[in-house]
């Protein structure tokens, strides 16, 4: 499985992220995406954690973290992550 992934919102309902990884929801749309365990490390993931924690707190009622940036910003910064 790819470090970065994405699903549409009805399918990934049915579907848990695999053991090593985590589902988060970017953008407006709140697109589903699966990435590493390993980002969370990561320091520019870490920025996007602290904004996470100001905007939502700990409530993620989708079930995932939910990620308060567009899907590029999100997608370039895990691209430099790869």
Do not use: W
């Amino acid at each position: 499985m790819p470090c970065l992934s994405f699903e549409n919102e009805a399918s990934s309902k049915a579907v848990d992220a695999p053991k090593g990884y985590i589902s988060v929801y970017v953008g407006e749309k709140m697109k589903r995406f699966v990435i590493s365990l390993s980002y969370l490390n990561q320091p520019s993931f870490q920025d996007l954690l602290s904004q996470v924690e100001e905007e939502f707190g700990y409530d993620h009622p989708m079930g995932g973290l939910t990620i308060p940036c567009s899907e590029d910003v999100f997608q370039r910064i895990t691209s430099c992550l790869n």
